[in-house]
């Protein structure tokens, strides 16, 4: 298996609603990453964990709630969102951890999220 | 610091004709990896090509070129004979370590 797999595809939330993304990856990758991209935008980081930990956290406001629960998957759950918050969430993984040197990273196709 | 330049906001071209994408880059490190990715309306973000610092030489898939060039900091990418298909945008990225410094992207138009 060498890709990373996203879900769902796309979500439709309130701004009262609590859901979560999910991403995986059964590469063996030891780091994961959080992007979201605004439309015509370039993906900007927002969380990586390194081993499982939390490693960067790109001062993301807390209605974003990163986790890793083992080495293949990553969640973002997700709590009192404004429609600003509207974006595709990118999910990346990287073979190694963060202290290695360059690591490159494998995106998954993201998930779409709308907050109405 | 490290910055990625791509100053083509949105290129349109007719079919069959050659567009080249510029990226120029910013870097103190010696070491250093770059990349193109496509992303079509879809969304996902599909890895073109990665070079290293080390290695300048340019390359060649198929209608795809790139041309790596260390004196100007430039990493342009030229399509041939280009497609409707080829319509997407597209980032220049320099990664520093675990960091990818992604340009703000060319939006790539094809038309018929």
């Known amino acids: 298996d060498t890709e990373v797999t996203q879900t769902p595809k796309h979500l439709v939330m309130g701004m009262t609603n609590k859901k979560s993304l999910k991403c995986e990856q059964h590469?063996?990758?030891?780091?994961m990453y959080w992007y979201k991209q605004k439309a015509k935008k370039p993906p900007e980081l927002m969380f990586v964990?390194?081993?499982?930990?939390?490693?960067i956290n790109e001062s993301v406001p807390s209605r974003f709630s990163p986790e890793c629960p083992n080495s293949s998957l990553l969640n973002l759950h997700l709590h009192a969102l404004q429609p600003e918050d509207s974006a595709l969430y990118l999910c990346?993984?990287?073979?190694?951890?963060?202290?290695?040197?360059?690591?490159?990273?494998?995106f998954g196709p993201g998930t779409r999220l709308t907050v109405l | 610091a490290q910055k990625v330049t791509q100053a083509q906001t949105e290129i349109s071209v007719v079919e069959k004709e050659d567009v080249t994408l510029d990226c120029v880059y910013e870097?103190?490190?010696?070491?250093?990896?770059l990349f193109w990715y496509k992303q079509p309306p879809s969304g996902e973000l599909v890895f073109l090509i990665r070079?290293?610092?080390?290695?300048?030489q340019n390359e060649i898939s198929g209608r795809y070129s790139w041309n790596f060039q260390k004196s100007t900091s430039s990493f342009n990418f030229t399509i041939t004979a280009s497609q409707v298909v080829d319509s997407a945008v597209y980032f220049c990225?320099?990664?520093?370590?675990?960091?990818?410094?992604f340009g703000k992207g060319t939006s790539l138009l094809v038309t018929p």
């Open positions: 870097t103190r490190d010696t070491t250093y990896y």
């Open positions: 990346a993984s990287s073979p190694r951890g963060l202290a290695g040197g360059f690591n490159e990273q494998f």
């Open positions: 590469m063996g990758h030891r780091a």
């Open positions: 964990y390194s081993y499982e930990k939390l490693s």
């Open positions: 990225a320099l990664v520093v370590g675990y960091a990818l410094n």
């Open positions: 070079r290293n610092s080390f290695d300048e």
